[in-house]
């Protein structure tokens, strides 16, 4: 069975301040896929990242990066310099690799960016 | 291209009353999902079908949920009768083919309150 934790519930930062985001995941394949979704109150999810796991390489996206360490099963998501538009719930989510595949999210940070 | 559109964006009813969600996936993905998130929780996944078929129905709670996706492409999504437990945002969702490969495109989604 697969499984996300996000451990931090809720994080308040002031506006300029770097963030990281910690998503842990279990699984049980060798194929899989991480993927990072924002949800701002309006309520839809917007796609940040997906990535396979055999590909380790960091990623940056603009004030985006994202860490993921095989061994120690994490797929880390930070913020540089965050503004108060990045105020949102943010999900770490797992899919099997395969046609019969899921996509297990975890519980979501709500990240609070305060001027 | 259009995205994942569903409708009602919001619904209140009372509870025992029948309600039913729509949604219009991304033309060409074959896979759809029904998810639904609770108050502070991430998605969880009710059905999924390839093309008009159900492959996983298995966190349906069928007693009162029902779905159907006529001729693979739009798909309903029926509570009879609504519950107080049910309020909660029912997310709809596609995908073009193995969805770790191809991501998941998420609708708006319908947020329902059963008073």
């Known amino acids: 069975a697969q499984k996300v934790t996000q451990a931090q519930t809720e994080i308040s930062v002031v506006e300029k301040e770097d963030v990281t985001l910690d998503c842990v995941y279990e699984?049980?394949?060798?194929?899989?896929?991480l993927f990072w979704y924002k949800q701002p109150p309006s309520g839809e999810l917007v796609f940040l990242i997906r990535?396979?796991?055999?590909?380790?390489q960091n990623e940056i996206s603009g004030r985006y990066s994202w860490n993921f360490q095989k061994s120690t099963s994490s797929f880390n998501f930070t913020i540089t310099a965050s503004q108060v538009v990045d105020s949102a719930v943010y999900f770490c989510?797992?899919?099997?690799?395969?046609?019969?595949?899921?996509?297990?999210f975890g519980k979501g940070i709500t990240l609070s960016v305060r001027p | 291209e259009a995205g994942v559109v569903q409708s009602p964006r919001y619904k209140i009813i009372e509870k025992k009353q029948p309600v039913a969600f729509w949604c219009n996936p991304i033309?060409?993905?074959?896979?759809l999902y029904w998810y639904r998130q609770n108050l502070g929780q991430g998605p969880e996944l009710l059905i999924r079908?390839?093309?008009?078929?159900?492959?996983?129905d298995s966190q349906l709670p069928k007693d009162r949920f029902s779905a159907e996706r006529l001729k693979g492409v739009d798909s309903t999504l029926k509570i009879q009768p609504a519950e107080l437990g049910d309020s909660a945002v029912y997310l709809c969702?596609?995908?073009?083919?193995?969805?770790?490969?191809?991501?998941?495109?998420f609708g708006s989604g319908t947020r329902l309150t059963v008073v």
């Open positions: 969702a596609s995908s073009q083919g193995a969805p770790g490969a191809y991501g998941y495109t």
């Open positions: 699984t049980r394949d060798t194929t899989y896929y």
């Open positions: 990535r396979n796991s055999f590909d380790e």
């Open positions: 989510a797992l899919s099997e690799a395969g046609a019969n595949s899921k996509l297990t």
């Open positions: 033309s060409g993905h074959n896979t």
């Open positions: 079908y390839e093309n008009e078929e159900a492959v996983d």
